[in-house]
T-cell receptor, first 113, second 111 residues
Framework: KAGVTQTPRYLIKTRGQQVTLSCSPI?????VSWYQQTPGQGLQFLFE???????NKGNFPGRFSGRQFSNSRSEMNVSTLELGDSALYLC????????????FGPGTRLTVT | DAKTTQPNSMESNEEEPVHLPCNHS???????IHWYRQLPSQGPEYVIH???SNVNNRMASLAIAEDRKSSTLILHRATLRDAAVYYC????????????FGKGTRLHILP
């Protein structure tokens, strides 16, 4: 099976712009989670989707949003980008909601200038 | 969320066993102990998880103390490819739908 794929892998945006990141889970996986990784804060949970519904959300402002499509693919959107949003954004998929094993993609490196 | 304590970094020689400790004195009865690792320039990778009994899989072994207040991830024969940051995580698999990552242990493998 193909692993979790994320597009694009690298992105440079300007402060104030918005960005959309995409995640394709492993075939058959229905749950998708998003994480932000920065050198200062480490890995932080953003949100999780299962069956097109957001099940849980981390402690991030409303500028961060996401959605999941009927084929389980997911997108996350960040509006009004700030310099502090520069990070590696990781997507993880699992077969079921609250599954023990999550499989991570390689991430999208976002740089905000 | 229950917390874990891990050493910031460890070193080990190639082809020798590695024991990575994790303390979790506030663990609750329904918390599972999970280990993930993150190789350079990659996303985290699931390693192993357990509740009370010791667990083995093709990647590693997990030894859990009888009182469950600590655990040890054992890599039986370290290779250079095992150099990574190892995260010990507590998660109530019946309730938690997210993984709370700590700082982890950076493992250096010496050739």
């Amino acid at each position: 099976k193909a692993g979790v794929t994320q597009t694009p892998r690298y992105l440079i945006k300007t402060r104030g712009q918005q960005v959309t990141l995409s995640c394709s889970p492993i075939s058959g996986h229905r749950s998708v989670s998003w994480y932000q990784q920065t050198p200062g804060q480490g890995l932080q949970f953003l949100f999780e989707y299962f069956s097109e519904t957001q099940r849980n959300k981390g402690n991030f402002p409303g500028r961060f949003s996401g959605r999941q499509f009927s084929n389980s693919r997911s997108e996350m959107n960040v509006s009004t980008l700030e310099l502090g949003d520069s990070a590696l954004y990781l997507c993880a998929s699992s077969e079921l909601y609250r599954a023990s094993e999550q499989y991570f993609g390689p991430g999208t490196r976002l740089t905000v200038t | 969320d229950a917390k874990t304590t891990q050493p910031n970094s460890m070193e080990s020689n190639e082809e020798e066993p590695v024991h990575l400790p994790c303390n979790h004195s506030t663990i609750s009865g329904t918390d599972y102990i999970h280990w993930y690792r993150q190789l350079p320039s990659q996303g985290p990778e699931y390693v192993i998880h357990g509740l009370t009994s010791n667990v083995n899989n093709r990647m590693a072994s997990l030894a859990i103390a009888e009182d469950r207040k600590s655990s040890t991830l054992i890599l039986h024969r370290a290779t250079l490819r095992d150099a990574a940051v190892y995260y010990c995580i507590l998660r109530d698999d019946g309730r938690d739908d997210k993984i709370i990552f700590g700082k982890g242990t950076r493992l250096h493998i010496l050739p």
